[in-house]
């Protein structure tokens, strides 16, 4: 009898594993699917300028397939929101950016976001600040793991800091837009050299698209997403403003992919949030390559 329950035990753990494979081979060939129907909107990565990211940084890239067997971090039952903590002071239009990155982020991650009350600069040590060409800049790796890390609760599946106060992670840097973990879930940007906000719509506008840009990229790290090598994608790293403002807000083909595992997003109300945000704020280039991708993938 023992070894009659000991069989029906053994039976029953095999089929649930089975089951589980089934549903992520299903999961996979749907998102492969989604990838193919995409890659013929995507541009391949173009070979380095001069002073560019690649040139200095050679990085080995990431498929859909190599993430999915990476065991990434992922949304879970209990972790499932997004925290935005802001650092520092802000003008009242930057405030409005920050708001509008909150909104931008809840879309493209398919996840409730929930800005914390600030933390005002005198609780970053001297430390981990420096001043550097005449701006003041913060610690990222302070920021990360002194600062934000503890502050992660149980329903925190990404915690991001975002500061007016220029950004540098360490000895040998000058600056950086933006710096993320890959496995502990925090990550902070700048939106210091995004442009000023209060001048004029297309000031504003610019400035925007740069922080969306920048916050959904800092985000893809954290959710254990490398730089992408294949495509212009917004997951390509960037040296420099101008490299940046080349690149796509537009995450390519694998990098949505990764998107839309992580996450479990309905990927066709996705696009049509999307589509919604960038026709709202005046966003017209990034609005026609959306439609583009959602016609896509509803053939």
Known sequence: MKNLIRAIVLLSIIFAISNCIAKVSKKEKELNA???????????????????????????????????RSDPVIVTKERKIIYIQPIGDFTEDEWKIV???????????????????????????????????????LLTTYILYDLLKPKRTDSTILLLG?????????????????QASLRERVGVWSINRN??????????????????????????????????????????????????DRHSLAFCPECHAKVIWATNTDIVKRF???????????????????EKELKAIQK
């Open 34 to 68: 989604i990838i193919a129907k995409l890659k013929p909107l995507h541009k391949k990565m173009a070979m380095p300028q001069p002073g560019d990211w690649l040139q200095y940084n050679k990085e080995s890239g990431q498929s859909f397939v190599e993430y999915v």
């Open 99 to 137: 708001k509008k990155t909150a909104e931008f982020l809840s879309i493209f991650y398919g996840l409730s976001v929930i800005t914390n009350k600030q933390i005002p600069l005198s609780a970053i040590p001297e430390k981990a600040k420096r001043i550097n060409w005449g701006k003041e800049q």
């Open 162 to 178: 975002i500061t007016a106060t220029d950004l540098w992670p360490g000895k040998g840097w000058n600056f950086v837009f933006g």
């Open 272 to 290: 049509q949030k999307l589509i919604k945000f960038c026709k709202a704020n005046k966003l017209k280039k990034e609005t026609e390559f959306y």
């Open 195 to 244: 442009g000023n906000p209060s001048g004029g719509e297309e000031a504003f506008k610019l400035c925007l698209l740069r922080t969306i840009k920048t916050a959904s990229h800092e985000a893809g790290h954290m959710f254990s997403i490398y730089h992408c090598i294949a495509y212009d994608c917004g997951m390509c790293g960037s040296n420099s403003l101008s490299e940046s």
